[in-house]
C-alpha cells in the first residue's frame, strides 16, 4: 500500500496498523468503523506486535457477517456470545500451537520474516535481544538511511521527555 504524505516521499508499507492509521473516511459511520479497526490493529501491535493487518481482515470479516446475520433476523445478543464463545476456543488453539522460542537462531528467524526477509536486519535484532534478555526491551527507531542500522544498549531507564519540573534538576551543569 502506498501512503500519501502532506510532506516528504510517499510511505510504501504492508503493515496493517500503519494503513489503518493513515485512514480518513469522509463519512462519519465509516470513519467510526474505521477508527475502530484502528484501535484494534494497534492493540494487535501493542500485544504480539505483529498480526495487525490479520486483525483488520477478521474484523472486516466478522463484522460483515454480523450485520448479515442480524439483517436475516439473527438476535445480536446471541451473535455477540458467541463470537466471544469462537474467540475463546480460536485463542485457546493458537495458545496450544504456540512455540517457546530459545535460541538466538530462532529469534532471528521470526524477526527476519517481521523485517520483510531482511536478514540482516534479523540478525541485528537477535544480537539485541541476546543481550538485553528475554525480559529486556528491545526500540526499533527509523534511520536516516535505509540501509544505516546499528544496536545501541541503554543500561537502566531511559525516558523520552525532560524534567517534568525544572524543581527536580539538581545539577543544572549535567
Known sequence: VVIESSFGAP??????VTVAKALILEDKYENLAAQILKEAASKSNDNAGDGTTT?????KAIAQEGIRQVA????????????????KVV???IKKM????????????????????????????AEAFEKVGKDGVVTVEEANKSD???????EGMNFDRGFLSPYFVTNSEK
Open 98 to 125: 504456540s512455540k517457546i522460542i530459545k535460541s538466538s537462531d530462532e529469534v532471528s528467524q521470526v524477526a527476519t520474516i517481521s523485517a520483510n526477509g531482511d536478514a540482516d536486519i534479523g540478525k541485528k535484532l
Open 72 to 87: 436475516a433476523g439473527a438476535n445480536p445478543m446471541d451473535l455477540k456470545r458467541g463470537i466471544e464463545a469462537a474467540a
Open 11 to 16: 510511505k510504501i508499507t504492508k503493515d496493517g
Open 148 to 154: 544505516d542500522f546499528e544496536v545501541q544498549i541503554v
Open 55 to 59: 486483525t483488520v481482515v477478521l474484523a
Open 91 to 93: 485463542v485457546d488453539e
